[in-house]
């Protein structure tokens, strides 16, 4: 039985050492496409400091469901988004989440438009503390945003594809150029709170299901993140061509590839065995119960602080371990110096889920005394 997992931790490791990203970027795996990107227009732009987020397809356990690309408030002066993407990773479709840096990193050679056109961002950049637009790819109302500018972008006609995946049978055949390869390693920045709740929206909304809207969703895009009801929301034009799970429910659940160890059939959205950071579910915010609006509202405003800095903390403590991954692949090291190393990886990502924890509760519990007052 030792032998069995030491080689299929080596043939794990092999597979991982051959995708084109970063290591600590992985996600979730399904084992059947995602639907093709819709047709949309994009709305106008709200303000200065706004950064174009594209949508893209997200998987909730069971489904894809379509996140509408929307209109970000970059989270510092100077980072650009790379927005995640699909990829074949040998034997299902894996999720490279995106992340905000100094540069754009490589997305998978997805054509998202509207600047994403595969390699790099044409949508705008910084100069001395402002974000510029390129006015021919953005949507940008000049007499409320004037730092604009106009580059024209050609594209390939020929090349221009709808596919949302990167390798495999039909997907984008493209790789990380150098430079994509640094960024990757340089300083990421997660999702701001607004981001992160952007993303959660979108997966409650069933309307956004693939399966339902059999890739053309209602909602494609949105002027500012969660603002599905707003007059400027935009709905897709064209849907993608969208694939039914083969045999749904019996063999389409996710799976954790950034460890050893595949997921509960029982629980699909959460791993069996946790051993890093990325393996963890995502932080949800709880719902305030007060009735005060007023304490409510602050509540909220401390947990999405809270779970902005936990959310830090995973990334730190992933890209510490993808550092010691790196390590024992120059090193050449062993199966048994990766499985101590894994079984190290797997303390210190349950210890800090289990800080979390308490951190999360000690928030909860100093709304409680607040709840068990009479009223008057």
Not at 121 to 144: A, L
Not at 189 to 207: D, E, I, K, L, T
Not at 339 to 346: A, G, I, N, P, W
Request: charged share 15%; net charge positive; proline share 10%.
């Amino acid at each position: 039985m030792r032998i069995v997992h030491c080689t299929r931790l080596l043939l794990f490791v092999m597979v991982m050492l051959a995708l084109p990203v970063s290591f600590a970027q992985v996600s979730i795996s399904v084992n059947f496409a995602p639907p093709d990107l819709p047709v949309y227009d994009q709305p106008p732009c709200p303000d200065e400091g706004y950064i174009w987020v594209p949508g893209y397809w997200g998987w909730d356990g069971d489904d894809y469901y379509w996140v509408p690309g929307t209109w970000v408030m970059a989270p510092e002066v100077g980072l650009l988004w790379t927005p995640g993407y699909w990829g074949w990773g040998g034997d299902s479709f894996v999720f490279y989440e995106g992340y905000w840096g100094p540069q754009v990193g490589f997305y998978g050679g997805i054509s998202y438009g509207f600047g994403y056109f595969g390699h790099g961002y044409e949508g705008g950049r910084w100069d001395n503390g402002r974000f510029f637009y390129n006015r021919s790819v953005n949507n940008v109302n000049e007499t409320v945003i004037h730092n604009v500018y106009n580059t024209t972008v050609i594209n390939n006609t020929a090349n221009v594809t709808r596919v949302s995946y990167n390798g495999g049978n039909g997907g984008v055949n493209e790789h990380p150029t150098r430079g994509e390869e640094t960024a990757a390693h340089e300083r990421h920045v997660p999702p701001p709170a607004a981001q992160m709740q952007h993303v959660q929206a979108a997966r409650s909304n069933p309307q956004l299901k693939a399966s339902v809207n059999k890739g053309k969703p209602p909602v494609a895009a949105t002027p500012k993140p969660a603002a599905f009801n707003d007059r400027a929301v935009v709905p897709a034009k064209e849907g993608g061509r969208y694939n039914a799970p083969p045999n749904r429910g019996a063999n389409n659940t996710p799976r954790a590839p950034n460890g050893p160890n595949s997921p509960s059939q029982n629980n699909p959205s959460r791993p069996a065995n946790v051993v890093h950071p990325n393996d963890l579910p995502p932080i949800r915010p709880s719902a305030p119960t007060t009735g005060n609006p007023k304490q409510d509202q602050r509540f909220q405003q401390q947990q999405e602080k809270l779970i902005q800095q936990q959310n830090q903390q995973r990334q730190q403590l992933q890209q510490r371990q993808e550092q010691e991954h790196q390590r024992l692949d120059q090193q050449k090291a062993n199966d048994g110096k990766r499985q101590q190393v894994e079984q190290r990886h797997q303390q210190q990502t349950q210890q800090l889920q289990q800080q979390h924890a308490t951190q999360q509760q000690k928030l909860q519990d100093r709304q409680q005394p607040s709840q068990r007052k009479p009223p008057g």
